[in-house]
T-cell receptor, first 113, second 115 residues
């Protein structure tokens, strides 16, 4: 099993550009989520999904879009990148039921200039 | 929504000493409390978790305690080793199924174990 795979690992964008961060898991986890990590602020939830076709907003959803067409994939789209979106992005997944912790991807370090 | 506060933000201990990190939560409905360890440049990894029907849980040198009345929980690391140096995050959620699985994280504690 590869677990949770995120691509790319690093990305530099210009202000106003758009891009998609990819996340895929091969553990058949129903629950998937996107977090951003900024110094001193911990991990903040952007969007999450409890299954294919179902998504919902987290704490900091503005400027981001998600979709969940399959159980395996949960891409995060930046619509028009802003310097405030410079961050490290983590995708995480877990089974929907039971007291299981998240499995995190390796992260994407995004810089918007 | 849930708010999780974590203290201290930095902690230095001598190798072999114990380390304690404390978190408080605001939502009395929260019932699942995991702890994650994140080494520099790596992903967060689950090290221990506790549910609200348990007051304490131990796994080798790591233990977590929960006080539901005071709404706080703590991570205890005994006999610290240099490889324990990392950022530790606490988290809380109101459930273990469906949308309640979303975790609210504390701001993290940078633990440094001095040789």
């Amino acid at each position: 099993n590869a677990g949770v795979t995120q691509t790319p690992k690093f990305q530099v964008l210009k202000t106003g550009q758009s891009m998609t961060l990819q996340c895929a898991q091969d553990m058949n986890h129903e629950y998937m989520s996107w977090y951003r990590q900024d110094p001193g602020m911990g991990l903040r939830l952007i969007h999450y999904s409890v299954g294919a076709g179902i998504t919902d907003q987290g704490e900091v959803p503005n400027g981001y879009n998600v979709s969940r067409s399959t159980t395996e994939d949960f891409p995060l789209r930046l619509l028009s990148a802003a310097p405030s979106q410079t961050s490290v992005y983590f995708c995480a997944s877990s089974p929907l039921m039971g007291p299981y912790g998240y499995t995190f991807g390796s992260g994407t370090r995004l810089t918007v200039v | 929504g849930e708010n999780v506060e974590q203290h201290p933000s930095t902690l230095s201990v001598q190798e072999g000493d114990s380390a304690v990190i404390k978190c408080t939560y605001s939502d009395s409905a929260s019932n699942y409390f995991p702890w994650y360890k994140q080494e520099l440049g790596k992903r967060p990894q689950l090290i221990i978790d506790i549910r609200s029907n348990v007051g304490e849980k131990k796994d080798q040198r790591i233990a977590v305690t929960l006080n539901k009345t005071a709404k706080h929980f703590s991570l205890h690391i005994t006999e610290t080793q240099p490889e324990d140096s990392a950022v530790y995050f606490c988290a809380a959620s109101t459930g273990t199924s469906g949308s309640a699985r979303q975790l609210t994280f504390g701001s993290g504690t940078q633990l440094t174990v001095l040789p």
